[in-house]
């Protein structure tokens, strides 16, 4: 049997088809002849300068930093990354696309992070920003956060448990399947991924400062937390111990949601918002968007179950139903669950992240890893608590430089972070940018800028802080972001991370399994390591 086609309809076709082509070329290349934003003149790769695609593909690849730092060694310090993208990798920049007073205010980017409701990290109102970020920065002042401690050196008691046993385990040479990928001793050590275990530690912290329980991750030993299977049938409902009852439960690996949401969130983000809804068709959007929703079933499931209860528990949830506006008003159940979520999204890799790279970096660098453990011997010798004390720590110098070494090579926040020109345009490092125009400066890239940090930025050596210009420094080193929209649990964060690594780097040593290893990562809104193996040991048994 033979088929004609129908010489009219295979004309028709070839004309649609036709129009269609043409009509996506002139889309892509009448915004590039009009140049509204006059940021035709500037380099960046050719795909880039006429569509979105480039930056969404590179998003999607996780290797986001990485790329964009190649432009610029390239191009130089602006680059074009996509068709309305500037990237900046002057530090003089960064005061003014993210200082205070400059009116810049977060781009469509963040609107793909939103899922209950807007919260504080994605809300782009300046007002509606400014009335949650005064309720939200009192929670994380200093003095607030020490209130926070005990349960952060609770938890790592929990994790030196495990550990303990994981090391008794290794001297004798046994293995377990305790954590992802499980672990196996040989020659005195235990070797396994201590990625998981970050991971575990930062959100039963997390999930306990923020909702009044931990998920227990630690002491099962997996990534699995409760998580509303319809969180918008849940949210109309809940508030009672018997509604939280009702609520329809199913158990997820956490950590794996919010990796997978990440990737998605700032690959979607990147795209013009019209795309959107039809991207979210594609497999891979369409299991990110699941990834979303059961994000924030993670926190209904929490918040329901926190609500529900009688807790006098000093928590953010507690502290956060305290927190009033300017006029005097109480957020609504809502909102407290958005903000809820948003601590835990915002709390939990980024200091499980740092705390495995600076292991990382520790384990491959062992003269720096003594150098520290001299430090903390001095400081804790005869303290037999195994968990330090922020007071003992806080300011004990070449933990704190490690720390920052860590941050800086890292930089778990590597993206340059989209912001929008306001009206009346900026002039930034002498470039003049008109109304609308987005702007960046990449975190990586300029954490690698040799003018400030030496020749040997790819390299992880405490000592620079020391030796460098301070104030070149200050005004560089960006792991938190500056202005009003950066980090505002950055003392939670600092407090975390100088107990965690004094009190682990006191406890055990660790060396790479592989020592030439570069340690692998993925970046969706973070760049997180995919794993990091090593072999650990007790110092003093
Ligand atoms: C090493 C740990 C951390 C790092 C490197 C870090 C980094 C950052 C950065 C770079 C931003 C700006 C994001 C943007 O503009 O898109 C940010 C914002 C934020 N961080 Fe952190 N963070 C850390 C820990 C924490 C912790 C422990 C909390 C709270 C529990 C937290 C809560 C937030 C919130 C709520 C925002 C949004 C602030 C706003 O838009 O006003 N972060 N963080």
């Given amino acids: 049997m033979s088929f004609r086609v129908d010489p009219l309809l295979s004309s028709d076709f070839a004309t649609w088809t036709v129009v269609g082509l043409g009509a996506i070329v002139l889309?892509?290349?009448?915004?590039?002849?009009?140049d509204s934003h006059h940021i035709r003149g500037y380099p960046g790769p050719l795909l880039a300068k006429f569509s979105d695609v480039w930056l969404g593909y590179v998003a999607a690849h996780g290797h986001r930093s990485e790329q964009v730092h190649k432009l610029h060694e390239q191009y130089g310090a602006f680059v074009r990354i996509a068709p309305n993208h500037l990237s900046i990798s002057d530090p003089d920049a960064l005061q003014i696309v993210y200082g205070h007073g400059t009116g810049t205010l977060k781009s469509t980017f963040y609107d793909a992070f939103v899922s209950i409701q807007r919260g504080l990290f994605n809300t782009r109102s300046r007002v509606q920003h400014a009335r949650k970020r005064k309720i939200v920065s009192n929670i994380f002042a200093q003095k607030n956060v020490l209130e926070?401690?005990?349960?952060?050196?609770?938890?790592?008691?929990?994790?030196?448990?495990?550990?303990?046993?994981?090391?008794?385990g290794g001297v004798k040479g046994l293995s377990g399947a305790e954590g992802e990928g499980g672990w196996h001793g040989s020659e005195g050590r235990v070797w396994y991924d201590c990625l998981p275990w970050y991971n575990y530690l930062?959100?039963?912290?997390?999930?306990?400062?923020?909702?009044?329980?931990?998920?227990?991750?630690?002491?099962?030993?997996?990534?699995?937390?409760?998580?509303?299977?319809?969180?918008?049938?849940?949210?109309?409902?809940?508030?009672?111990?018997?509604?939280?009852?009702?609520?329809?439960?199913?158990?997820?690996?956490?950590?794996?949601?919010l990796n997978d949401r990440g990737e998605y969130s700032a690959s979607m983000g990147v795209l013009p918002p019209h795309w959107r809804p039809l991207a979210k068709r594609i497999p891979w959007f369409a299991k990110g968007n699941q990834a979303v929703q059961r994000l924030a079933g993670i926190a209904v499931a929490a918040v329901a179950q926190r609500l529900g209860g009688s807790s006098d528990r000093v928590d953010l949830?507690?502290?956060?139903?305290?927190?009033?506006?300017?006029?005097?008003?109480?957020?609504?159940?809502?909102?407290?669950?958005?903000?809820?979520?948003?601590?835990l999204i915002a709390g939990s890799d980024t200091t499980s992240n740092?705390?495995?790279?600076?292991?990382?970096?520790?384990?491959?660098?062992?003269?720096?890893?003594?150098?520290?453990?001299?430090?903390?011997?001095?400081a804790l010798g005869s303290d037999d608590d195994p968990i330090a004390v922020f007071e003992q720590v806080k300011r004990l110098p070449y933990l704190e430089a490690v720390i920052n070494e860590a941050l800086r090579i890292h930089s778990t926040s590597g993206i340059g972070l989209p912001r929008l020109v306001p009206e009346g345009g900026l002039t930034v490092c002498g470039h003049f940018f008109p109304e609308g125009t987005v702007?960046?400066?990449?975190?990586?890239?300029?954490?690698?800028?040799?003018?400030?940090?030496?020749?040997?930025?790819?390299?992880?050596?405490?000592?620079?802080?020391?030796?460098?210009?301070?104030?070149?420094?200050?005004?560089?080193?960006?792991?938190?972001?500056?202005?009003?929209?950066?980090?505002?649990g950055r003392n939670l964060a600092n407090l975390e991370l100088l107990v965690i690594v004094a009190s682990i780097f006191r406890r055990y040593e660790f060396v790479l399994e592989d020592p030439t290893a570069e340690l692998d990562t993925r970046e969706g809104f973070l760049r997180k390591p995919v794993d990091c193996k090593v072999g650990m040991k007790r110092r003093h048994v």
């Fill in 317 to 343: 949830l507690a502290k956060l139903q305290e927190g009033r506006d300017d006029n005097g008003d109480p957020m609504g159940r809502e909102e407290l669950t958005a903000e809820a979520l948003t601590q």
């Fill in 354 to 378: 740092s705390s495995c790279a600076i292991t990382y970096w520790l384990a491959r660098n062992q003269a720096a890893q003594r150098k520290l453990q001299a430090e903390l011997d001095a």
């Fill in 27 to 34: 889309f892509h290349l009448v915004p590039y002849l009009v």
């Fill in 439 to 488: 702007l960046s400066v990449p975190t990586y890239t300029i954490h690698r800028d040799r003018e400030v940090w030496g020749e040997d930025v790819d390299a992880f050596r405490p000592e620079r802080w020391f030796e460098r210009d301070k104030n070149l420094v200050q005004k560089t080193f960006n792991p938190f972001s500056f202005g009003p929209r950066s980090c505002v």
């Fill in 148 to 168: 926070f401690e005990p349960h952060v050196r609770e938890h790592l008691g929990t994790l030196f448990q495990q550990w303990d046993k994981l090391c008794e």
């Fill in 202 to 257: 930062a959100f039963d912290i997390i999930g306990d400062l923020a909702f009044g329980a931990p998920f227990g991750m630690l002491t099962a030993c997996k990534d699995s937390a409760p998580v509303a299977v319809s969180f918008q049938a849940a949210m109309a409902s809940y508030g009672s111990a018997a509604s939280s009852k009702e609520i329809q439960i199913e158990h997820f690996p956490a950590v794996q949601v």
